[in-house]
């Protein structure tokens, strides 16, 4: 709760000195928006890891393949690092740029699941 | 009066061989009963129990086999064993809705719809998290229908000995014929055409998870309905063939018998229908141990597909109420996907079911065969 309500703090009043910025300076008011962006990240690492903590007790417990999840956890995080600054790329103007982003992401995704793949199409060609 | 003593030694002489003929009809029965265990080849029903019957039945053997007893010593070990195929199918459901859950965080970014390298990626890892479990299970449902067929090879030509000696010679054949076909029929179809077909199945709905739209959707459902398909018809066939020739060739051997008791009876007056009560008694003999028998088997198959059907019909359940989970928590892929795993084990639930009620269809016409008693 306490940390949430930091976050909106941070939030809203950044929102607002980049909405004061942008009319005389959107360099700054998109430098200010990537900061506030990356403090706001840097808050809910905490969170991050107590999710981590949970998929590892769940990992042991529930007998979860660690080559299994990690692919989705990278996964996860390439499509949120990917639509913060693709989004940032739109904000600036740049949609072009924002499209090679979200390109370069689903790539990058796709290469992180290629293992997954190979382990499927090799299991399936076990069980056959 | 020498002529009166004759008369009375042979009158006694023939009152104590009644009596020591009277006194040995239990000990006659007992040899009978054995002779006929031994003619019958229940020995080797019974040695050829599959291990994992006997470890529930214990040593229960054909002569002492009771129905209530056995379904008893059955329905204990269910309870001993659930908690354990539960717990199993639990893991699966957690390890399946852990991926969807991360999957699902994505989302919070994404409030139009995940992207689609995210669903490919966690329709990949459930697949890989649970193949390995769908296909050991596969196989569990391949080594069943074996077990049956082996356990049938022994079990089917004693019941139909038992039951040819009781009077149905020629529905014992049939019956014995029609099903060591169909068996032999299902087990080269499951190997060669449903087993492939559900791996196929597998494929098919993971790519079609993965893909957006439901490109592969109708793949997916016409190889699920051409495996249902053959089971259903399969199983109809049988049953129909088998109440056929069991009415045809029952009402023949009824016929038979009595015209076999008549015949001996007007033929050869009064020893001939000692002759045939003696007969009768045999026939009775046979029908007994047929029962038995019949009972015997029952229970033995029934705890050859207990562990397989408690555990795919488990797993079945929970797969079923993940994918309801996973629906409300992501992607519906994950939902169609994770269903889809559930309906292959209900594939192969239906295929072990199907060589099942083929063994308990085949027993229960040869116990009901008529004796023309």
């Given at each position: 709760?306490?940390?949430?309500?930091?976050?909106?703090?941070?939030?809203?009043?950044?929102?607002?000195?980049?909405?004061?910025?942008?009319?005389?300076?959107?360099?700054?008011?998109?430098?200010l928006?990537?900061?506030?962006?990356?403090?706001?990240?840097?808050?809910?690492?905490?969170?991050?890891?107590?999710?981590?903590?949970?998929?590892?007790?769940?990992?042991?417990?529930?007998?979860?393949?660690?080559?299994?999840?990690?692919?989705?956890?990278?996964?996860?995080?390439i499509?949120?690092?990917?639509?913060?600054?693709?989004?940032?790329?739109?904000?600036?103007?740049?949609?072009?740029v924002?499209?090679?982003?979200?390109?370069?992401?689903?790539?990058?995704?796709?290469?992180?699941?290629?293992?997954?793949?190979?382990?499927?199409?090799?299991?399936?060609?076990?069980?056959? | 009066?020498?002529?009166?003593?004759?008369?009375?030694?042979?009158?006694?002489?023939?009152?104590?061989?009644?009596?020591?003929?009277?006194?040995?009809?239990?000990?006659?029965?007992?040899?009978?009963?054995?002779?006929?265990?031994?003619?019958?080849?229940?020995?080797?029903?019974?040695?050829?129990?599959?291990d994992?019957?006997?470890?529930?039945?214990?040593?229960?053997?054909?002569?002492?086999?009771?129905?209530?007893?056995?379904?008893?010593?059955?329905?204990?070990?269910?309870?001993?064993?659930?908690?354990?195929i539960?717990?199993?199918?639990?893991?699966?459901?957690?390890?399946?809705?852990?991926?969807?859950?991360?999957?699902?965080?994505?989302?919070?970014?994404?409030?139009?719809?995940?992207?689609d390298?995210?669903?490919?990626c966690?329709?990949?890892?459930?697949?890989?998290?649970?193949?390995?479990?769908?296909?050991?299970l596969?196989?569990?449902?391949?080594?069943?229908l074996?077990?049956?067929?082996?356990?049938?090879?022994?079990?089917?030509?004693?019941?139909?000995?038992?039951?040819?000696?009781?009077?149905?010679?020629?529905?014992?054949?049939?019956?014995?014929?029609?099903?060591?076909?169909?068996?032999?029929?299902?087990?080269?179809?499951?190997?060669?055409?449903?087993?492939?077909?559900?791996?196929?199945?597998?494929?098919?709905?993971?790519?079609?998870?993965?893909?957006?739209?439901?490109a592969?959707?109708?793949?997916?459902?016409?190889?699920?309905?051409?495996?249902?398909?053959?089971?259903?018809?399969?199983?109809?066939?049988?049953?129909?063939?088998?109440?056929?020739?069991?009415?045809?060739?029952?009402?023949?051997?009824?016929?038979?018998?009595?015209?076999?008791?008549?015949?001996?009876?007007?033929?050869?007056?009064?020893?001939?229908?000692?002759?045939?009560?003696?007969?009768?008694?045999?026939?009775a003999?046979?029908?007994?141990?047929?029962?038995?028998?019949?009972?015997?088997?029952?229970?033995?198959?029934?705890?050859?597909?207990?562990?397989?059907?408690?555990?795919?019909?488990?797993?079945?359940?929970?797969?079923?109420?993940?994918?309801?989970?996973?629906?409300?928590?992501?992607?519906?892929?994950?939902?169609?996907?994770?269903?889809?795993?559930?309906?292959?084990?209900?594939?192969?639930?239906?295929?072990?079911?199907?060589?099942?009620?083929?063994?308990?269809?085949?027993?229960?016409?040869?116990?009901?065969?008529?004796?023309?008693?």
């Amino acid at each position: 709760m306490e940390l949430i309500t930091k976050v909106a703090i941070i939030g809203i009043v950044g929102a607002l000195i980049a909405l004061l910025l942008k009319k005389s300076n959107p360099e700054m008011a998109l430098l200010l928006a990537l900061s506030i962006g990356m403090i706001v990240v840097s808050m809910m690492a905490g969170l991050i890891s107590g999710i981590m903590r949970i998929v590892d007790m769940i990992e042991s417990q529930a007998g979860l393949s660690h080559a299994a999840v990690l692919p989705v956890i990278k996964c996860v995080g390439i499509g949120i690092v990917t639509k913060f600054a693709s989004q940032l790329c739109k904000d600036a103007g740049e949609g072009s740029v924002a499209s090679a982003v979200e390109m370069a992401g689903a790539a990058s995704a796709l290469y992180i699941a290629l293992p997954l793949i190979e382990t499927l199409l090799e299991m399936i060609g076990g069980l056959l | 009066m020498k002529t009166h003593t004759r008369k009375k030694s042979l009158m006694i002489a023939l009152l104590v061989l009644a009596a020591a003929a009277f006194l040995q009809v239990p000990a006659l029965a007992d040899e009978m009963t054995d002779q006929q265990s031994e003619d019958y080849g229940v020995d080797g029903v019974e040695s050829a129990v599959p291990d994992e019957a006997r470890e529930i039945l214990g040593d229960m053997d054909v002569s002492s086999a009771d129905a209530d007893s056995g379904f008893q010593k059955i329905l204990s070990y269910a309870k001993g064993k659930i908690s354990e195929i539960l717990t199993g199918a639990l893991r699966s459901a957690v390890v399946m809705i852990t991926v969807v859950m991360l999957c699902a965080l994505a989302g919070t970014v994404y409030p139009d719809g995940l992207p689609d390298f995210i669903p490919l990626c966690g329709t990949m890892a459930i697949a890989v998290a649970v193949m390995g479990d769908v296909g050991s299970l596969i196989n569990m449902g391949r080594e069943t229908l074996d077990t049956l067929s082996t356990y049938s090879k022994v079990l089917l030509p004693s019941l139909a000995t038992a039951a040819a000696a009781s009077g149905a010679v020629t529905a014992a054949s049939a019956k014995y014929s029609a099903t060591a076909l169909f068996m032999d029929v299902l087990i080269t179809i499951a190997n060669s055409v449903i087993m492939p077909a559900i791996y196929a199945y597998l494929a098919v709905i993971t790519a079609n998870s993965a893909l957006r739209g439901n490109a592969l959707a109708s793949a997916a459902k016409l190889v699920k309905w051409v495996c249902t398909t053959m089971m259903t018809v399969l199983t109809l066939a049988f049953t129909a063939y088998l109440s056929i020739t069991g009415a045809i060739s029952g009402s023949a051997d009824a016929a038979a018998t009595r015209l076999a008791k008549t015949a001996l009876s007007s033929a050869l007056p009064v020893v001939g229908s000692i002759v045939s009560d003696a007969a009768s008694t045999v026939v009775a003999g046979a029908s007994i141990l047929r029962n038995s028998i019949g009972v015997f088997g029952m229970l033995a198959i029934l705890c050859v597909c207990l562990i397989p059907f408690l555990t795919l019909g488990v797993r079945f359940l929970i797969y079923k109420a993940a994918a309801a989970v996973a629906g409300t928590l992501g992607d519906d892929r994950f939902g169609g996907l994770i269903s889809g795993f559930g309906d292959a084990f209900g594939m192969v639930m239906a295929l072990v079911g199907a060589g099942g009620l083929m063994m308990f269809f085949s027993i229960i016409s040869s116990i009901k065969a008529v004796s023309g008693g």
